[in-house]
């Protein structure tokens, strides 16, 4: 009677644990290091104390943090586009919490309305970025891998026009300043914080929060 009572109560024991860490109101985020020294740490501390989370930030290689947040080492992870939606294991919190504006840079003092008045044009992008496939049909189209192979291009002449994110442009125009925004916004790519399947009980009150704080600022 005794060893069929203490049985139990493991068994309760280890039920309730099982319970109180998936309700578990705390949240470790593995962050790139792409984002050291950016707003973003900053703008979650504020998303998850709305929504009465504790959060902790650890910061990792790139493509670290993706894999300990698909693994569940960690319960989130800082902001990605969208195609993290394949790994079953990450949960997308469905409010962006940025949004990128591409824009047609050029050397010149034309301006277009988009893409469609630019087919007869040489365009340079950023090789494995998706804004890039919105050009992918022109027949005149470079990738490279740097923005800087891409800054030269323009400024040599090599290329009449590079697509790139607007926070490119800010950082380019430091070293090429004659390098100006030709165009208005001609692609918005939509950065959203993930969390581990385990955590998707805070799924809902994440978003409420997000959308909260998209409120306080401009962003559509």
């Not at 670290?64 to 319960?75: H, K, L, N, V």
């Not at 992870?77 to 990450?90: H, N, S, Y």
């Not at 740097?146 to 590079?162: I, P």
């Amino acid at each position: 009677m005794k060893t069929w009572f203490l049985r139990l109560l493991c068994i309760l024991l280890l039920f309730a644990n099982s319970v109180s860490a998936n309700t578990d109101n705390s949240v470790k985020v593995a962050m790139g290091d792409i984002y050291k020294g950016s707003t973003l740490e900053r703008d979650l501390k504020i998303i998850y104390k709305a929504a009465d989370i504790d959060v902790e930030f650890i910061y990792l290689p790139n493509e670290r943090a993706i894999q300990t947040a698909a693994s569940g080492q960690y319960d989130a992870l800082d902001l990605r586009i969208d195609t993290l939606d394949e790994e079953e294991t990450l949960i997308r919190i469905d409010v962006p919490i940025v949004v990128i504006d591409v824009y047609l840079l050029s050397i010149n003092d034309d301006f277009y309305k988009g893409l469609d008045d630019v087919k007869d044009k040489t365009l340079v992008s950023i090789l494995g970025t998706r804004y890039s496939d919105i050009a992918k049909v022109y027949k005149k189209r470079h990738l490279v891998k740097s923005e800087k192979q891409a800054a030269l291009m323009l400024t040599t002449g090599r290329a009449d026009l590079w697509l790139a994110p607007h926070r490119t442009y800010l950082k380019a125009k430091e070293e090429f300043p004659n390098i100006k925004i030709a165009s208005p916004s001609v692609y918005k790519q939509y950065l959203y914080h993930y969390v581990h399947v385990s955590k998707s009980h805070l799924v809902e009150p994440l978003e409420m929060s997000v959308k909260a704080f998209n409120q306080t600022r401009s962003i559509n």
